[in-house]
């Protein structure tokens, strides 16, 4: 099947290549979240490209609980988890996103892998895999994973060194709380970003209505 506006400049030769969201959704398999962040030609009209948002955990991690560790994949709501503060906080929902990773994916999808003991103390007491975009707390601070990229200890995956799948998992609480991830001070989710690039988010309408969000 075809996808996009190609156009060309029969004075130079260039090509142009220009989709829609749309098109570039469906040919990527991916409904992600779409944030807007430029300009693209498209056709006789201007339209907006694509920039990927993932902020979540890679399946795999361990999270905190009350009777020890556990998958973040294995959690469901209702469960208990810990928050770095030693209180027993309820899972409100879990966004889950599968990836598929193919030639089109972008580089945005990467997680980023915390390697044990990169950050002290250490912690995290075993590798973390997480999305850039993801808060951890370093020095009381919310920093996201891809901001302390260092090449070494913390460094990007590549995604040809990730399975043709993969899934990201967020938490979230009530509150804005921190939990443990191998360890390691993490948010959960912020209500803010909102819910509907996640593959489950009719679930988190179906429990609660609407979805909820702190930006005004």
Same mark, same amino acid.
């Not at 889950?96 to 980023?112: W, Y």
């Not at 850039?132 to 460094?155: K, Q, S, W």
């Given at each position: 099947m075809f996808f996009g506006n190609l156009s060309v400049d029969l004075q130079t030769g260039n090509m142009n290549w220009s989709f829609t969201v749309a098109e570039l959704q469906q040919f990527a398999g991916q409904n992600y979240d779409v944030y807007f962040v430029g300009k693209y030609a498209n056709q006789n009209s201007d339209s907006d490209l694509l920039k990927l948002v993932i902020t979540c955990f890679l399946d795999g991690t361990m999270i905190a609980t009350p009777a020890g560790e556990t998958e973040v994949e294995k959690l469901a709501? *209702?469960?208990?988890?810990?928050?770095? %503060? *030693?209180?027993?906080?309820?899972?409100?929902?879990?966004?889950?996103?599968?990836?598929? !990773?193919?030639?089109?994916?972008?580089?945005?999808?990467?997680?980023?892998?915390?390697?044990? *003991?990169?950050?002290?103390?250490?912690?995290?007491?075993? %590798?973390?895999?997480?999305?850039? %975009?993801? *808060?951890?707390?370093?020095?009381?601070?919310?920093?996201?994973?891809?901001?302390?990229? !260092?090449?070494?200890?913390?460094?990007?995956? %590549?995604?040809?060194?990730?399975?043709s799948e993969f899934t990201y998992y967020h938490i979230e609480t009530e509150a804005h709380d921190e939990i443990l991830a191998n360890g390691l001070r993490a948010e959960t989710l912020v209500d803010y970003i909102g819910r509907k690039g996640f593959d489950n988010y009719a679930e988190y309408l179906d429990l609660y209505g609407c979805d909820r969000s702190s930006q005004k």
């Open positions: 709501i *209702g469960d208990l988890i810990t928050s770095a %503060d *030693g209180r027993s906080v309820p899972v409100k929902w879990i966004g889950r996103k599968l990836i598929t !990773n193919h030639v089109m994916l972008s580089d945005k999808a990467a997680p980023v892998r915390v390697a044990a *003991g990169a950050l002290g103390g250490g912690l995290p007491h075993s %590798d973390l895999l997480l999305s850039a %975009d993801h *808060g951890l707390i370093v020095a009381g601070m919310v920093v996201n994973a891809g901001a302390l990229v !260092n090449g070494g200890t913390i460094c990007f995956v %590549d995604l040809a060194d990730m399975p």
